[in-house]
């Protein structure tokens, strides 16, 4: 059962770069494929996945409940709004918790990830609009933005690990 989310709003715009040694195909790749996916998104120390999707195309649903140590299980669910191969994903997502049989939704954000070749490498923009639910919210937003500054260097990760998989000749 979902429950009504609180009245108090907080709204937060972020942008996050980053700079890969690898093509702006390897780092799209790396969000297109469910298995690697699933490894620098959700998969890390402590954390146990219940249940995960990764459906990578336009109207696609991505997301799951996954837990991280001792806190509640947590939730995302994602649509995947509009896709440009090795250019640009914008996917819209909420995220919350899961407290007994009620699912309590703390954020609703829309993402905008663009890619472009820099050098032998890419250049990756970030870009997060989001509404934060209840009297704190506010103080999710810095979070959320170190939350997804860590995640794209899970990815980095990901790119070094997969450096075997790359072209002949590509950079990694």
Known sequence: MTQPAPSALAHGTFTVERRYDASPERVFQAWADPDAFRRWFVEAPGATVHDWVHEFRVGGRGGGRYRFGDHAVGFNDTRFLDIVESRRIILSYVMGRELGDERRRDSASLATIELRADGAGA????????????????????????????????????LETSAGSAAPGESV
């Open 123 to 158: 250049h990756l923009v970030y870009t997060e609009q989001g509404a934060y639910f209840g009297d704190d919210g506010a103080a999710h937003i810095p979070l959320r933005q170190h939350g997804c500054t860590a995640m794209l260097e899970n990815l980095a990760r990901e």
